[in-house]
C-alpha cells in the first residue's frame, strides 16, 4: 500500500493508544520527506499523544489490579479512559482506531469543543487518579501482589533493550521526549520518572507518576496552542483539504494524483521513534523512489519488552506470573 494508505494498519499496533501511532509513523514519512508539519499541527499532535499514553496506562493499571483481585478499580479507570475516548470522537469521528494524522498535519482541526471537553476531563483526572492510587497502595494484597515481585535490574533491563516505563522502573530515567526531542515537547515542562527497585510495585507507581505528568502537559500545550495552518502547504506530498478537492480543479488533481500514484519521497531510509506509552516505538522506512514504500519494520515496544518475562519470573511462583505480566502491559497488536 501506499504511504498515505498504511496510515490505518498503525491503529492495530498498540490499539489503546491508536493516536500515538498515527503521530510516530506520520512523524517518519515526514522526515524521509524533509516536510515539518506547521506548530499547531505539532501541538495537537501533543495533546492527542499524551490522552493515548494516559488512556493506555489506564488500562494497564486497571486490568492489572482486576487481574490481582480488586475489581474496583478496573472500574474507575475505564470511567476516565471513556472520557477521552469520547474526545477522540469529537475530534476524528472515531473511538478507536483513529487514523487521524495525516502525512504533513492532521485528518482535521482541533476545535472549541475538544478543548472544553479536555479542560473537563483534566479538571476532575487528579482527584480520580488521586482516589485509585489511594485504594491500590493501602491494599495489603494488591501491594504483597507485587512488592518484589517480577524484579529486573538495572543493568539486564538494559542488556534486554527495554524501554517506557519498564525501563524507567529499573532506575534508568530515558524517555525520548526529552533525550530525542520531536514536535514541541523541549518546549514544555514536565518530569521524568523513574524508580529504583524494577518489581512490579515499581512498575505501578511510574505509570501512575507518569499519568500526573501527562497531564500537566496537557495543560501546558492546550494552554499554549497556537492559531494557523494544521497542514502544511507541499502539494506534490500533502492532500488537500476534502472541501477543496470537492470544489477545486487544482485541489482535485493534486487529490487524483497523491492517492493513485503516491507521494515519491527520495530514495534514501529513515528512522523515527517516539516515545509511545509502553516505550520506543520506532518506524525505519527504505524508499527507492516509488509511490510505495520498498520497505518498512517497525520497532514496538511490546515486541522487546516481553522478551525479559522468563527472566522476570525466574525464583517466583506461578501465582506471580499474572501481576508480573500484567505490569508488563503487552499489547498483542505489537506482538502479532
Known amino acids: 500500500c501506499s504511504y498515505h494508505e498504511f496510515i490505518p494498519h498503525t491503529d492495530r499496533l498498540d ?48 486490568s492489572m489490579a482486576m487481574d490481582v483481585g480488586a475489581l474496583t478499580v478496573l472500574l474507575w479507570t475505564f470511567r476516565d479512559r471513556e472520557k477521552i475516548l469520547d474526545i477522540y470522537d469529537v475530534l476524528c469521528g472515531a473511538r478507536f482506531t483513529t487514523s487521524y494524522t495525516r502525512i504533513g498535519g492532521l485528518q482535521q482541526d482541533w476545535t472549541a469543543q475538544t478543548t472544553e471537553m479536555l479542560w473537563q476531563f483534566l479538571g476532575e483526572f487528579d482527584k480520580d487518579l488521586d482516589e485509585v492510587q489511594n485504594l ?33 522502573a529499573s ?18 515542562d514536565f518530569d521524568v520518572i523513574s524508580f529504583p ?40 506530498h500533502v ?26 519521497p527520495p530514495v534514501g531510509e529513515v528512522y523515527q521513534a517516539v516515545e509511545s506509552s509502553n516505550g520506543e516505538l520506532g ?16 520497532r514496538t515496544p511490546s515486541f522487546v519488552n516481553i522478551t525479559s518475562l522468563e527472566k522476570m519470573c525466574v525464583g517466583t511462583k506461578i501465582a506471580d506470573f499474572v501481576s508480573i505480566l500484567g505490569m508488563v502491559d503487552i499489547v498483542l497488536g505489537e506482538l502479532d
Open 171 to 188: 532506575g534508568v530515567p530515558r524517555d525520548l521526549r526529552r533525550d530525542v526531542p520531536y514536535l514541541v515537547y523541549h518546549e514544555l
Open 239 to 264: 492532500l488537500p483539504p476534502k472541501e477543496r478537492t470537492y470544489t477545486r480543479m487544482e485541489e482535485l488533481i493534486y487529490d487524483f494524483m497523491l492517492v493513485n500514484l503516491g507521494i515519491n
Open 15 to 62: 490499539y489503546l493508544s491508536p493516536i500515538s501511532n498515527n503521530v510516530a509513523y506520520v512523524l517518519a514519512v515526514e522526515k524521509l520527506l524533509g516536510i515539518e508539519s506547521p506548530r499547531r499541527a505539532q501541538y495537537i499532535r501533543v495533546l492527542v499523544s499524551e490522552m493515548s499514553r494516559i488512556a493506555s496506562h489506564l488500562v494497564a493499571t486497571g
Open 136 to 168: 491500590l497502595q493501602t491494599n495489603r494484597i494488591f501491594i504483597d501482589r507485587c512488592e518484589n515481585v517480577g524484579h529486573i535490574s538495572r543493568e539486564d533491563a538494559i542488556a534486554y533493550g527495554l524501554t517506557g516505563p519498564m525501563l524507567r
Open 283 to 298: 518506524f525505519y522506512i527504505v524508499s527507492n523512489g516509488k509511490g510505495n514504500p520498498y520497505r518498512y519494520h517497525i
Open 197 to 236: 527497585e524494577g518489581d512490579s510495585l515499581d512498575r505501578f507507581y511510574v505509570r501512575l507518576a507518569e499519568m500526573r505528568e501527562s497531564a500537566k502537559i496537557l495543560r501546558q500545550a492546550l494552554a499554549a496552542l497556537p492559531q494557523g495552518p494544521y497542514n502544511a502547504f507541499a502539494t506534490k
